[in-house]
């Protein structure tokens, strides 16, 4: 199985994924320990991969643990003595002061349970409003992800390396193209980190004309810019942070051609 075979037909994902049977993975494992350069580029996938999946590890919400109503447990109201008394009038007086003495104490206390039931269901309701939030956004991130993840995946995807200039030696960017969807996805991991005042930015060079292919976030290493049909390059410079219209090109770090 030569290395042209393997990378046309994306076997090295399949095998990162454990799609392959035992005498595929036995032939791409050979074919690894007989090619440096098809090591090298499997290396970077692996990374790729471990990168997503580490970057949208996610963290569930609490789970709510009290209960929503508590078990009502009457009040014990210890009995009023009333001393019999030969007046029967004094009798029946003392069984209706007892008997208004315990209506009141259960109104309060009814009216206290009243009002934590409520303060509950309004913490229930707050929690659900969160929940819900939270779910729409691991939603939204999940979509992302599911891009990105096809992107890197499908077989007519190039990989290009975009090493670091005299400016930043030690950056390196990674980029996958794919001109047939029309994708570019990066990782930037290996960027060295900006001040809040400059951002990264991203172009791509047309017949010596530079077009914007989006500003490169700080906050994720594997993320999608522009594609832009026709490019003859990748090109990434420092600009002002949120972007600028025109590259600064005396500030340009990397660049690739591509084929």
Same mark, same amino acid.
């Given at each position: 199985? %030569? ?8 076997? #090295? ?14 032939q791409i494992e050979q074919a690894l320990a007989?090619?440096?350069?098809? @090591? /090298?580029?499997?290396?970077? #996938? ?18 709510? &643990? ?13 009995? @009023?003595?009333? +001393? ?36 509950? #269901?309004?913490? /229930? ?15 939204? @991130? ?13 077989? %007519? ?5 975009? &090493? ?7 950056? @390196? /960017? ?7 969807? &029309?994708?570019? /996805?990066?990782?930037? +991991?290996?960027?060295?980190?900006? %001040? ?8 791509? %060079?047309? +017949? ?52």
């Amino acid at each position: 199985m %030569d290395k042209k075979t393997i990378l046309e037909n994306g076997l #090295l994902e399949q095998y990162l994924l454990g799609e392959l049977n035992a005498k595929e993975r036995e032939q791409i494992e050979q074919a690894l320990a007989s090619d440096t350069e098809l @090591k /090298v580029h499997f290396d970077q #996938l692996e990374q790729d991969f471990e990168t997503l999946g580490l970057e949208n590890a996610i963290t569930p919400p609490p789970f709510i &643990k009290s209960q929503l109503l508590k078990n009502i447990k009457p009040s014990s109201v210890a009995p @009023k003595v009333v +001393e019999m008394q030969p007046n029967k009038t004094k009798f029946y007086f003392g069984i209706a002061a007892s008997i208004a003495a315990f209506l009141l104490v259960s109104s309060f206390w009814l009216y206290n349970e009243l009002n934590t039931t409520k303060q509950q #269901l309004q913490t /229930v309701e707050t929690n659900n409003t969160e929940l819900n939030s939270t779910i729409e956004s691991l939603n939204q @991130k999940l979509n992302a992800n599911q891009y990105l993840y096809a992107a890197i995946v499908h077989p %007519d995807t190039e990989q290009y390396i975009l &090493k670091g200039n005299a400016l930043m030696p030690e950056g @390196k /960017v990674v980029s996958y193209v794919n001109h047939s969807t &029309k994708s570019v /996805v990066i990782n930037t +991991e290996r960027l060295p980190q900006l %001040d809040a005042e400059h951002d990264y930015q991203m172009w791509a %060079d047309i +017949e010596g004309e530079m077009i914007n292919m989006g500003v490169i976030s700080k906050d994720t290493n594997l993320m999608a810019m522009n594609y832009i049909d026709h490019a003859e390059s990748l090109n990434i410079t420092i600009e002002p942070a949120g972007g600028n219209d025109h590259p600064t090109v005396e500030r340009l770090v990397t660049n690739v051609y591509l084929k």
